[in-house]
């Protein structure tokens, strides 16, 4: 028999984006991958066909991404930590068993490797797809990385997230990154935190499924260990059982959301570059940071007070970080890759406390930082 290879490559990498997401997957613990080919996510399915033998772990090619989805809620429901990862295209298809994974609360991570309309185009254009696609009233958890380290960063995060919270978490990979080789440290395995989902403690007999706190997440028991549980889409009591008492479905959904809203402040991370004194600050997310702050040194070094708040967690969204910096701005520009869709949140989180203006590019390529510098000279004041 193969000796097996370790889950974590500790050491540092030259390493392509896409291949860090397999290694942040399974530092984090990942076992189950099933995904459908798709450009410009194929190297992560790639590389996990042929990682996860050499750790112990399930690798499925599902016939469409309608397989692949639920082939993941059920590998997650028998144990495992399972994830998928698709592009724009596929993720459209995926719709319906995200929503399931959200009402049965089911931890998993999707993978999102944005790209433009059936061709390999920098976009940022699935922002709020990813948050309101899915029936049914939820919230949902989207981590933005930014480079090839916040890739391996993030799949380690999501995992702890979906494991935590009982939901699926997505993981808002581009083109531009998944693509893209650079310098990769990855950590000593006892310097990586994982947290794993939480078990009954009780028989069978006394296990009350869908029993938690308003802000917390039930136990989860391994499907084929005598906890009998119907993981239904549909409203269903504490038990499991399906009903739709107006006041079932309430109770229900409340602690769904609640457990992602109530605990906002665990859950957002945001970053800030010279906002102490910013009367200019740049909102942006995912690649899109990287000019923004790029544009931002170049300002202050024309002694402009500009600055930038980078968004990490995109949903929910950061809403007291945006409003601080709204409040001690002149202006905000809200800087994205598609046609100015993230924005809206910004003016609303806003709410008039200073102007927002839509710095937006829908080219197929991220914005230069000459371009985002050329906004901010614009508007300086």
């Known amino acids: 028999m193969a000796k097996r290879k370790s889950r974590v490559l500790t050491g540092k990498h030259f390493m392509l984006g896409n291949y860090a997401v397999v290694e942040g997957a399974l ?14 996510a194929n190297e992560i399915s790639e590389r996990m066909a042929a990682r996860m033998p050499e750790v112990g772990g399930k690798f499925l090619q599902g016939e469409d991404e309608l397989c692949s989805i639920y082939a993941l809620t ?6 495992a930590k399972a994830m998928t990862a698709t592009a724009s295209a596929g993720f459209n298809y995926m719709q319906e068993g995200i929503g399931y994974a959200v009402a049965s609360e089911i931890p998993c991570v999707i993978v999102d490797v944005q790209r433009c309309r059936g061709e390999n185009y920098a976009t940022q254009s699935d922002v709020m797809q990813m948050r309101w696609a899915a029936s049914g009233d939820y919230e949902i958890i989207v981590l933005a990385p930014s480079s ?5 960063d993030h799949m380690i995060k999501a995992f702890n997230l979906a494991e935590k919270y009982r939901t699926p978490v997505i993981v808002m990979s581009e083109t531009t990154i998944a693509l893209m080789r650079e310098n990769l440290v990855i950590p000593d395995e006892k310097d990586i935190e994982v947290i794993n989902r939480t078990k009954p403690t009780v ?7 869908f029993k938690a706190d308003p802000d917390a ?8 260990v005598g906890y009998r549980i119907l993981h239904s889409l549909n409203p269903h009591d504490l038990y499991g059982g399906i009903s739709w008492d107006p006041d079932v ?27 102490d004194d910013a009367k200019i600050v740049l909102v942006a997310y995912g ?13 202050r070094k024309e002694g402009i007070k500009a600055g930038l708040l980078r968004l990490i967690t995109v949903w929910p969204v950061p809403e007291k970080e945006i409003r601080e910096a709204a409040e001690r701005a002149s202006v905000i520009l809200a800087v994205e890759m598609n046609i100015g869709k993230y924005a809206a949140e910004v003016e609303r989180v806003s709410c008039g406390r200073c102007e927002v203006i839509r710095v937006t590019k829908n080219r197929g ?3 230069t930082p000459d371009e985002i510098y050329a906004a901010i000279k614009e508007v300086r004041r």
């Open 27 to 40: 530092a984090a613990g990942c076992d189950f991958f099933a995904g459908y080919p798709i450009t410009p």
């Open 74 to 79: 059920g590998a997650s429901l028998a144990g």
């Open 148 to 152: 090839v380290q916040e890739l391996f």
């Open 203 to 209: 028989p069978p007999q006394d296990f009350v499924p």
């Open 217 to 224: 997440t039930p136990p989860l028991p391994d499907l084929g």
């Open 249 to 275: 479905f309430e109770t229900m959904y409340d602690r769904i959301i609640g457990k992602i809203t109530r605990n906002r402040g665990e859950i957002v991370e945001t970053k800030g570059y010279f906002l």
């Open 287 to 299: 690649s899109e940071s990287r000019p923004a702050l790029d544009a931002v040194q170049q300002a």
């Open 365 to 367: 390529e991220i914005h």
